[in-house]
């Protein structure tokens, strides 16, 4: 890790490990290039930048100035001055004009990286190893008397570069920001193709990679979260790269809320990335001598294809980003009483759960919906988090010590955001919810959203929760969000400020979310967002773990795993084991299997354990065993893919192997079974070539070499949805 600025070329130098990123200042009026991104170089090769050919820089060539702006490398393209590739920074200034050119100012180095005020961000830790540097370059527009402050930090044992703008207003008037993206970047479009992950509700972040054609491709978000739909990552991938190699540089944008995710590929065959908060739906006025922080952008460039950005981002993610006790240890076995129940249930009912759940070693009782207000189905009482005692006869400390005595501890599930109509809140307060004055409000699950802008809406929804949070034993909360926002409108916003709207409410999330974390420091927090729609790294600076679908099936959980794991590390998946045939998709998977897929993730179990089949039940504490046993090298090792049958549509194979290589274990799910069929042989990956490895249960041993090189067999299963477990141990 090193970052330099070097006095005669005018030019930073970011080395991670692996990995360099070079920037310039050129020509009298200091626009700042970018240079280079790719594996790390020991010179500086300007020549990139193309500022020694035509149409040269403005002083020698200021006749075609406009060819230079629309063809230069810009770190941070502004708008309205003849570059024509759409722009990292739209504003409005107190004239009413918008062009916008940010230039180079000054710099600074240090050591560490600093907090973003009120955003999640990557963080140093105390050792060498995690030791972290910044640059911070100030870029400037006098005309309208703003500041662009880039931060790029990088850490010690990481090959990922994050990155962050700020803006400052220096005028003496408001100018209004539309736009100001966090990570710009230019470079040769060369064969990139586009990867990124798509989806919708119970089928989350599904791979989807295509060529750049020229002009904008984008995925984005304008629903107030990051979404089922698009997520906010996406990656540049070389034609033909694969898992072990290729050139591949994956985005990925540290918040909750709209964002957008561009490339834009020019007439001269570069390529713009963009990524930052959406610009629709978002106008700022940032008034005379505010700053407004942008969220930041993680960047992962690997020269040996996906599997190794996916690792980075892993590490990353487990060393630099989620905070939470739990984070390096084993989460408790969850049941969760959502599909055992839904809304039908009572203490009764809950205690059998708990008490036959504590016989099969699960550890924790979750109460999802429908314990507040007078909720018995999904029509009303949110806001009202009180508890109904009509259901939990005796309350809530009574269940929560009843269950406590039985040997489990205990969760409850909140939706802390909304307001349903039909709530004592609503009634109360109708005007907490975002609307706009004379439209009728969009409902969505028949809710409405809190006018989370209003910090009194903030405080009474941070009291109500940790009122209930104190009331009680309580150790686990799953906050969810399950509907998007429209209606626009705050009753306290001005006219000129409704556009501040949908990013106020993403800063009122996290900060009541940081309000929770510190109140209760021990609090083991899921998100989820009907399923999976704010699984983003935002989420994951406040709770280790996020709901990672609504979908429980083991097949279709193997397409969401892997888009899931193709950025985040396993250990921040929620996964389950449901009862068949699965609630979502009506099918029917052995029990082994969904119990082997479920491994993958935190683990647990979303199912009525007192009716389920005896054989069903009988097998649950052999998974609680393998659990036990596999979680540590899960939650800590390297995950490699091997086999996806979302392409060779007959079976999935992903590993995790242990940091110092002396343990694996590969999971093989035999989608569909192939009449009249031999082994399949599987190339493990991640091992190490010089060990020799057993395979646990069968008595054969296999140099990392020869399963790397010429495989594993795997025997024919008999049936589909059948799966394996392979566990290998260094002899
Ligand atoms: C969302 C969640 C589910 C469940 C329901 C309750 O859909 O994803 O797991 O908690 O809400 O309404």
Redesign the pocket.
Known sequence: MDIKYFDELRAFKIDTSNNSYIMAVVDDENFLGHVYYGPKLSDIPMYMLRINENPYVPSKNNRDRGSFMDTFPTELPGNGLGDYREGAVEIVDKDGHFAVCPTYKDYKIYEGKPELAGLPATFAGADADSKAMTLEITLEDKNVGLEFILRYSVFADSDAIIRSTEVVNVSDASVFIKKAMSFAMDMDAEDYELLTLHGSWARERQMDQRPIGYGKTSVGSVKGESSHQEHPFMALVQKGADQKQGRVYGFNFVYSGNFLAQVEKSQFDSVRVLMGINPTGFKWELKAGDKLQMPEVVSVYSDEGIGRMSRTFHDLYRNHLIRSPYKDKKRPILINN?EATYFQFDTDKLIAIAKEAQKAGIEMLVM??GWFGHRDD?NSSLGDWYVNEDKLKGGLKYLVDEVNKIGLKFGI?FEPEMISPDSDLYRAHPDWAIAIPGRTPVRSRNQYVLDLSRQEVVDYVFDVVSKVLHSANIEYV?W?M?RQITDLGSYCLGKDNQGELFHRYVLAVYQLQERLIKEFPNLLLEN?S??GARFDPGMLYYGPQI?CS?DTDAIERLGIQEGTALVYPLSSMGAHVSDCPNHTVGRNTPFSTRGNVALAGTFGYELDITKIPQEDRDSIPGQVEMYHKYNPLVRTGDYYRIASYRENHYFDCYGVVSKDKSEALFTFVQVMGRPNYHSRIVRLDGLDPEKKYVVEGEDVSYTGETLMKAGLQIQNLWGDYQSKLIHLIEA
């Open positions: 959502w999802d919906d999904d599930w799953k969810d399950n989820c009907g399923g709901w609504d």
